[in-house]
């Protein structure tokens, strides 16, 4: 369960924005994953409320988007948005496709400090 060391490492940038801006609270954060991480936003809620019970975020509420897989074919250009990874293009016989979006994003799109 590689969640669990994600969360850690947001509860540290979490303290350091906190420290930061000289806030004391987290309120809300939104995260963002791209799909082929194969984060799973049940766990990162687990992780997320075992991990900041009894700090700064504790009660925080958490917001996981994942980001899905977006590929382009060298062949022919198709932009295809996949629920799974695919090497190949579903419409042309030998096109690659090339991810460009939800592969290894791993991100805090916001975070809400008071
Ligand atoms: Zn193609």
């Known amino acids: 369960m590689h969640e669990l060391a994600i969360v850690e490492s947001i509860m540290e940038t979490l303290?350091?924005?906190?420290?930061?801006h000289g806030c004391t609270?987290?309120?809300g954060i939104k995260l963002e994953?791209?799909?082929?991480?194969?984060?799973?936003?049940?766990?990162?809620?687990?992780?997320?409320?075992?991990?900041?019970?009894?700090?700064p975020a504790e009660g925080a509420t958490i917001e996981t988007i994942i980001i899905p897989i977006k590929a382009i074919c060298s062949d022919c250009?198709?932009?295809?948005?996949?629920?799974?990874?695919?090497?190949?293009?579903?419409?042309?016989p030998d096109g690659?496709?090339?991810?460009?979006q939800g592969r290894d994003e791993?991100?805090?799109?916001?975070i809400e400090i008071e």
Do not use: H, W
């Open 15 to 20: 303290i350091d924005q906190l420290r930061i």
């Open 33 to 55: 994953f791209g799909a082929m991480t194969a984060v799973m936003p049940a766990a990162i809620d687990f992780a997320f409320e075992a991990l900041s019970k009894g700090g």
């Open 96 to 100: 690659a496709l090339q991810i460009v």
């Open 106 to 110: 791993m991100k805090i799109a916001s």
């Open 77 to 92: 250009g198709t932009e295809t948005l996949l629920e799974d990874y695919l090497p190949f293009c579903p419409n042309c």
């Open 25 to 27: 609270k987290v309120v």
